[in-house]
């Protein structure tokens, strides 16, 4: 890729939905923004959005050690592995990276996406790295399953306590559509044969630059601590609300 050349790196603008129906109907819609990283490409952001960086103190900073497994070879060292044990060659795939960056030093992601495509740019793997907020951290490999299509879906039994209303024994169901401008992420999780959660993200893809990236901060410049504190604002709705409570440290 060309110094000068665009990036395939870009920001991604949009809606999170949630809704549940169990004991009360709780439907919510906010406005988000997440960061969409080309792995490839980690060097060349780097170098041309001086307001963000690796590794190291910024406004906006990704760091190795919040994602993944934290490993020497960093980001694409971790999914480099994944991919072989999923006898998937890292040189043929193209890994987009979905996330909030820290602010100010601050972060906090509900779930980071990583999204892998294959040469004929077929979305092969989806890596969902799932963090609670007792500091715990669980990564889902999902593979593509069914006959195939326009939408990738795929199943993952739930490995860890995130949410104190949803038990730990539940299923995750994800459904990935994307097109060249838009991209829609839906995650249906369930309890049986009941559903607990659906929550869908809904954005449109803007390309990566200074500009974007400033007009993206002057309008919601604080996304991980909105959303840390919006998590804990729905969390006391709906336990006034009367919907059943399960503890953390009841929790297998």
Not at 42 to 52: E, F, N, Q, S, T
Request: net charge positive; aromatic share 10%; proline share 6%.
């Amino acid at each position: 890729m060309e110094a000068r050349g665009r990036l395939s790196s870009h920001l991604l603008t949009g809606t999170v939905r949630h809704r549940r129906d169990r004991v009360t109907t709780y439907d919510f819609t906010h406005p988000v923004w997440y960061f969409a990283l080309d792995l490839s490409e980690r060097d060349d952001v780097d170098r041309r959005l001086p307001l963000l960086s690796f590794n190291r103190p910024n406004l906006l900073e990704l760091r190795d050690a919040d994602h993944l497994e934290g490993l020497r070879g960093g980001l694409r060292g971790s999914v480099a592995l994944r991919l072989r044990s999923h006898d998937l060659d890292p040189a043929r795939m193209r890994v987009t990276m979905i996330t909030h960056p820290r602010v100010l030093g601050y972060v906090f992601n509900p779930v980071s996406f990583y999204l892998c495509h294959d040469e004929a740019d077929v979305l092969r793997l989806v890596l969902a790295e799932v963090h609670n907020t007792h500091g715990g951290r669980e990564v889902y490999d999902f593979l593509p399953g069914g006959s195939g299509g326009p939408v990738f879906r795929s199943v993952q039994q739930k490995r860890m306590y995130v949410s104190p209303f949803i038990a730990p024994d539940a299923t995750y169901e994800l459904l990935v559509w994307e097109d060249a401008e838009q991209i829609s992420i839906t995650i249906r999780e369930d309890e049986g044969d009941e559903r607990a959660l659906f929550a869908r993200l809904q954005m449109t893809r803007v390309p990566l630059s200074n500009g974007t990236l400033l007009r993206m901060m002057a309008r919601d410049p604080l996304v991980p601590m909105k959303t840390s504190a919006l998590i804990f604002w729905h969390v006391i709705r709906l336990w006034w609300r009367g919907v059943p409570w399960r503890r953390y440290r009841d929790s297998p």
